[in-house]
């Protein structure tokens, strides 16, 4: 990604908090390393259930949240969540990338469908989709 | 052993794909690439049972793809047989291997 479009994006979602949910440490480190200049305060639920209490206490600017997890998955968060809040963005990010897959995520009431590796330019897009930086 | 900061030269792990999705930045690449080592240095995916061994070669699917680990990525995308858990375990212990001499 270009310096001046990350300090331009940087700009807009300083001071926004999005929520990480995933299960594996190295993968967590992986995101936070990728979005450290991104200006967001990220939040971490290692699991469906932590983000599912989570997003009843704080009303995030975004949810990433990978499919595969143990206690709860992404799909049964997604539904619950969805109970609570229709509008939060909610991204799929995830190494299973089939069209059942991306499927399902939509069936549940997922926004979109990112795979790891993470192509970062691709994830900027998607936060400058959803969330409102005027 | 590589200095601080510095980046090996890897015979089993593509470095610029690694980098690549790392988005350029070394020291973040190294940081996870010392994770991967502690996490699976003591691994042996012969002895898995299903429910731990699809989560795990699940986990290094999606960590080989973004660290540039091609031979032991592309192992991961193959069915899985006995032959094939076989070939992963060696696989893996060729990167394991490098990346504990070399970080």
């Keep these: ?134 | 052993m590589c200095s601080e900061g510095v980046l090996p030269k890897f015979k089993h792990i593509n470095s610029d794909i690694g980098l690549k999705f790392l988005n350029s930045n070394q020291k973040l690449y190294l940081k996870i690439l010392k994770s991967f080592l502690e996490r699976y240095e003591h691994l042996d995916i012969i002895s898995l049972e299903s429910a731990e061994l699809n989560d795990v070669l699940h986990a290094i699917k999606g960590l080989s793809a973004t660290l540039g680990m091609e031979q032991l990525h592309s192992l991961t995308m193959s069915e899985l047989t006995n032959d094939s858990k076989k070939k992963l375990k060696e696989s893996l212990a060729l990167v394991i291997d490098e990346l504990k001499s070399e970080l």
């Design chain 1, 1 to 134: 990604m270009n310096n001046k479009k990350l300090h331009r994006e940087r700009d807009c979602f300083i001071g926004r908090k999005i929520l990480l949910t995933e299960d594996k440490k190295i993968n967590q480190l992986i995101v936070l390393g990728l979005l450290e200049e991104s200006g967001f305060e990220i939040d971490i639920a290692n699991n469906g259930e932590e983000a599912v209490n989570k997003c009843k206490e704080y009303n995030y600017s975004l949810i990433l949240m990978d499919i595969e997890m143990p206690i709860m998955d992404g799909y049964d968060a997604t539904r619950i969540i969805r109970k609570i809040n229709k509008e939060i963005p909610i991204i799929a990010l995830t190494s299973n990338g089939t069209i059942e897959d991306i499927n399902r995520t939509k069936s549940v009431g997922m926004n979109e469908h990112l795979l790891k590796p993470i192509d970062l330019d691709l994830l900027y897009h998607t936060f400058s989709k959803y969330i409102n930086v005027a």
